[in-house]
Nanobody, 124 residues
């Protein structure tokens, strides 16, 4: 069992930066690939970024490539999402997710554990 808690969301202006954190407790964090997903009102949950168990491999949605950076600190059981040059269309609830595999995936249903999410709102 893995418990995930996101933090760091908030209200920012377009062009600002924000860093999300996801703290894990329970079974060994380093054995899980991790991902960030987001869900805007009225839309399906969508993939944002993923990272392999040791941070050696990352993947990004086209919409955030070059603006967002996913990283992890296994010693601190923490996943991060650095978000730069934020746009109003980045407004959503952001979720972290854990997948019992060394490699990440874009597939929502492939993840075993989810946090409750943190709201990010970007004003124009």
């Amino acid at each position: 069992q893995v418990q995930l808690v996101e933090s760091g969301g908030g209200l920012v202006q377009a062009g600002d930066s924000l860093t999300l954190s996801c703290t894990a407790s329970g079974r060994s964090f380093s054995t899980y690939a991790m991902g960030w997903f987001r869900q805007a009102p009225g839309k399906e949950r969508e993939f944002v970024a993923s990272i392999s168990w040791n941070g050696g491999r990352t993947d990004y949605a086209d919409s955030v490539q070059g603006r967002f950076t996913i990283s992890r600190d296994n010693a601190k059981n923490t996943l991060y999402l650095q978000m730069n040059s934020l746009k109003p269309e980045d407004t959503a609830v952001y979720y972290c997710a854990a997948k019992a595999n060394i490699l990440g995936t874009r597939t929502t249903r492939a993840h075993d554990y989810w946090g409750r999410g943190t709201q990010v709102t970007v004003s124009s």
